[in-house]
C-alpha cells in the first residue's frame, strides 16, 4: 500500500524559511521512472503545483516560485524535503505531497499525502 | 492556462454533471481530473484524459483531446458533492484549472 505523510510547522513567521517534509512508503526512489510532487491549497483558491524530484534527482519547478525552492530527498529514509524561503502570507495554504511517474505526459500525480496546513503569520 | 468551467454548478441527485476544461494551447491529451473534499487530499479520477483510476466508480468519465476536455458524472450521487480541477502534465509548468464546485439543490 502506497502512503504519504507531510511533516512541518504549522506556523512560521513572515521571512522565515519553510522546511517541509514527506514520508512515504510502499515505493522508493531508487525504482526507476517514480518521482515525488508537491502541490498547495491557499484557503479558497485553487491547487498550485510546486515542485518535483524524479528517481535519477532530477528537480522541476514551478517559474513563479523558483527562486524560493528547493527540493531534496533522502532515498534511505524513504523522505522528501521542499524547503521555501522567504514565506509571506500568501502563502499560507495547505501543502501535499503526491506521488508521480514518468513520463509525465502520460501520468498523473495518483497517490497523494492528507496534506499539512502552514499559517504565515507574525 | 487551463480555463474550467463553470465554477458552480448545482444539481439534483441522479443528474448528469458536465464540466468543461479549455487550455489556452493543445495539450495532447495530458490533461487528469481530481475530486476535492473539504478536509481531504485530492483524488485522482481520470487520468491522461479518459482512462479511469483504480476504484473510480463507472459514473465518472473523462473525454477530449488538444484544447478541450469534458469530465462526465452520468447521475450524480450524494457523495459526489465537490470540487473538481483539471490539470495538464503536457509541459511544465504544470497547471490545474480554477476549479469547478459542485454542490446539490
Known amino acids: 500500500q502506497v502512503t504519504l505523510r507531510e511533516s512541518g510547522p504549522a506556523l512560521v513567521k513572515p521571512t522565515q524559511t519553510l522546511t517541509l517534509t514527506c514520508t512515504f512508503s510502499?515505493?522508493?526512489?531508487?525504482?526507476?521512472?517514480?518521482?515525488v510532487s508537491w502541490v498547495r491549497q491557499p484557503p479558497g483558491k485553487a491547487l498550485e503545483w510546486l515542485a518535483l524530484?524524479?528517481?535519477?534527482?532530477?528537480?522541476y519547478y514551478n517559474t513563479s516560485l523558483e527562486t524560493r525552492l528547493t527540493i531534496s530527498k533522502d532515498t534511505s529514509k524513504s523522505q522528501v524535503v521542499l524547503t521555501m524561503t522567504d514565506m509571506d502570507p500568501v502563502d499560507t495554504a495547505t501543502y501535499y505531497c503526491?506521488?508521480?511517474?514518468?513520463?509525465?505526459?502520460?501520468?498523473?500525480?495518483?497517490?497523494w499525502g492528507q496534506g499539512t496546513t502552514v499559517i504565515v503569520s507574525s | 492556462v487551463l480555463t474550467q468551467s463553470p465554477e458552480f454548478q448545482s444539481v439534483t441527485p441522479k443528474e448528469k454533471v458536465t464540466i468543461s476544461c479549455r487550455a489556452s494551447q493543445s495539450i495532447g491529451t495530458s490533461l487528469h481530473w481530481y475530486q476535492l473534499k473539504p478536509h481531504q487530499s485530492p483524488k485522482l479520477l481520470i487520468k491522461f484524459a479518459s482512462q479511469s483510476f483504480s476504484g473510480v466508480p463507472s459514473r465518472f468519465r473523462g473525454s477530449g483531446s488538444g484544447t478541450d476536455f469534458t469530465l462526465t458524472i452520468d447521475s450524480l450521487e450524494a457523495e459526489d458533492v465537490a470540487t473538481y480541477y483539471c490539470h495538464q502534465t503536457s509541459s511544465l509548468p504544470w497547471t490545474f484549472g480554477q476549479g469547478t464546485k459542485v454542490d446539490l439543490k
Open positions: 524530484i524524479n528517481w535519477n534527482d532530477d528537480k
Open positions: 503526491a506521488r508521480m511517474r514518468e513520463p509525465f505526459y502520460y501520468y498523473a500525480m495518483d497517490v
Open positions: 510502499g515505493f522508493s526512489l531508487r525504482t526507476s521512472g517514480l518521482c
